[in-house]
């Protein structure tokens, strides 16, 4: 498969600020919020970290899935933020070659709540701070249509997941099945609930 993506143009001054006021307004009453995709080209990193600082200002978690211009979002004191990256992405950011030293240097330089990592069909890893790093291993899944929105879908499912209750490694669980269940379809960003609890079954935490 092969996803063409267009060069994006920077974002204008004044549709950041009108972008920051509409943030600020939701936020009175949304339960968090997430930053979903890379900058536009040309755009400053000073986007995604003032809206990083808006959540931690409002004591909303923030889930951040970006590869980069995300190093200031990171390091924002007092947010309860979520990093779900995949593994490519994470061994850039910290500069390290293998999980436990990419995920060590993530607790030690970032003030990240909860990291949590992909790695396509192959095992994924999450922690939480102060909590030990923890392997998931998921199953095969056979019928794969595409894989387009998946990222995105394990985005929603573990953010509204996340603040209802559901501990940050079960509401992994759920997303990667979810994400997973994604790619039976069509479409993107769609699943089954049948099949997303057939694959959450399978799904082991180590």
Same mark, same amino acid.
Request: net charge negative; aromatic share 4%; proline share 6%.
């Given at each position: 498969?092969?996803e063409?993506?267009?060069?994006?143009?920077?974002?204008?001054?004044d549709a950041?600020?009108e972008?920051d006021r509409?943030l600020?307004k939701a936020l009175?009453?949304?339960?968090?919020?997430a930053?979903?995709g890379s900058?536009p /080209?040309?755009?400053?990193?000073?986007?995604?970290?003032?809206?990083?600082?808006m959540?931690?200002?409002?004591?909303?978690?923030?889930?951040?899935?970006?590869?980069?211009?995300?190093?200031?979002?990171?390091?924002?004191?007092?947010?309860?933020?979520?990093?779900k990256?995949?593994?490519?992405?994470?061994?850039?950011l910290?500069?390290?070659?293998?999980?436990?030293?990419?995920?060590?240097?993530a607790m030690q330089?970032?003030?990240?709540r909860?990291?949590?990592?992909? /790695?396509?069909?192959?095992s994924?890893?999450?922690?939480?701070r102060?909590?030990?790093?923890q392997?998931?291993?998921l199953?095969?899944v /056979?019928g %794969? %249509?595409?894989p387009?929105g998946?990222g995105d879908?394990? /985005?929603?499912?573990?953010?509204?997941e996340?603040i209802?209750?559901?501990t940050?490694?079960e509401?992994?669980?759920l997303?990667?099945?979810?994400?997973s269940?994604?790619?039976?379809?069509?479409?993107?960003?769609v699943f089954?609930?049948h099949?997303?609890r057939?694959?959450?079954?399978?799904?082991?935490?180590?």
């Amino acid at each position: 498969m092969t996803e063409l993506i267009e060069p994006s143009a920077a974002v204008p001054e004044d549709a950041a600020k009108e972008m920051d006021r509409a943030l600020l307004k939701a936020l009175e009453h949304a339960g968090g919020m997430a930053i979903m995709g890379s900058l536009p /080209d040309g755009s400053s990193p000073d986007l995604y970290t003032r809206w990083t600082e808006m959540a931690a200002a409002a004591q909303k978690p923030v889930l951040i899935d970006a590869g980069k211009g995300i190093e200031a979002s990171l390091k924002v004191p007092g947010a309860h933020s979520i990093l779900k990256v995949n593994m490519e992405e994470l061994n850039k950011l910290t500069g390290q070659s293998t999980p436990e030293s990419a995920f060590e240097y993530a607790m030690q330089m970032w003030t990240v709540r909860v990291l949590a990592v992909t /790695d396509g069909p192959r095992s994924a890893y999450i922690q939480e701070r102060g909590r030990p790093l923890q392997v998931i291993h998921l199953p095969k899944v /056979d019928g %794969v %249509v595409s894989p387009l929105g998946a990222g995105d879908t394990a /985005d929603a499912v573990f953010l509204a997941e996340y603040i209802h209750g559901t501990t940050p490694v079960e509401a992994f669980r759920l997303a990667l099945a979810a994400a997973s269940a994604n790619c039976l379809q069509k479409e993107a960003a769609v699943f089954a609930q049948h099949e997303m609890r057939r694959i959450a079954d399978g799904i082991t935490i180590r």
